[in-house]
């Protein structure tokens, strides 16, 4: 608690992420969520700190070439964590005179989504896989109360035009899901169409992935 700058150590702590075959992935994962956990102040910075990180696929390309992928598996796991638990902090800075901006926020948890359920993930250790499909709900979470906060700020914007940006992101998810649910992977399978279902359960127009938990996993 003597660190003058926690936005400084949370820099520290992403630059030393990306130090190839550093063996404190681990111990970097606890100190993000550590610093996340005790500093609200430091959590809007983080928040675009982390997206960076997930957003920057080099760390996930980590794992196929060095000795070091479950260090870096374990920081992917921090990160999602907190830039998806986090995601509302994303639209501060991105307002005028609080009304939220629809295009930035929408545009960027689209490209969290793609990057998070992109198909490169599936090279990922089960357990990043399985915090990813499980994160993304709060994304959705997240769009959600943005549109609401929208359409009470902007008397132009509609409420059907709010309804129908949620319900086409969730779309997007739930596609990006569907290789998910047929995962080799149990606890990914369980976590992906655990999603689809809170998806559903919700009332979002949602027409996609299997109706049953390990479906067509028979390949």
């Not at 994962?29 to 983080?46: E, H, K, N, T, Y």
């Not at 499909?133 to 009470?152: D, G």
Request: aromatic share 6%.
């Amino acid at each position: 608690a003597y660190l003058g700058s926690f936005s400084w150590y949370i820099t520290v702590l992403v630059d030393l992420a990306h130090i190839h075959a550093a063996p404190k992935g681990a111990l970097i994962r606890g100190q993000l969520i550590d610093v996340i956990a005790r500093v609200p102040s430091v959590r809007p910075f983080a928040a675009r700190a982390m997206y960076e990180l997930v957003a920057d696929r080099r760390l996930a390309l980590r794992r196929d070439n060095s000795q070091d992928s479950d260090g870096a598996s374990q920081i992917l796991l921090a990160a999602s964590w907190i830039v998806c638990e986090f995601a509302p902090l994303l639209a501060e800075g991105e307002t005028d005179d609080q009304q939220p901006v629809a295009t930035p926020f929408l545009s960027g948890m689209r490209r969290m989504v793609q990057v998070m359920l992109a198909t490169e993930t599936h090279d990922l250790a089960p357990f990043v896989q399985a915090a990813y499909c499980h994160n993304v709900l709060k994304l959705v979470a997240a769009v959600a109360a943005f549109e609401h906060r929208r359409v009470a700020h902007e008397q132009s914007a509609s409420a059907r035009r709010a309804r129908a940006n949620l319900e086409e992101f969730a779309r997007l998810v739930a596609g990006l899901l569907d290789s998910f649910v047929v995962s080799e992977h149990v606890e990914v399978q369980e976590r992906a169409f655990t999603t689809l279902l809170a998806l559903k359960h919700c009332g979002l127009a949602i027409d996609s992935g299997p109706t049953t938990l390990g479906q067509n996993t028979e390949h």
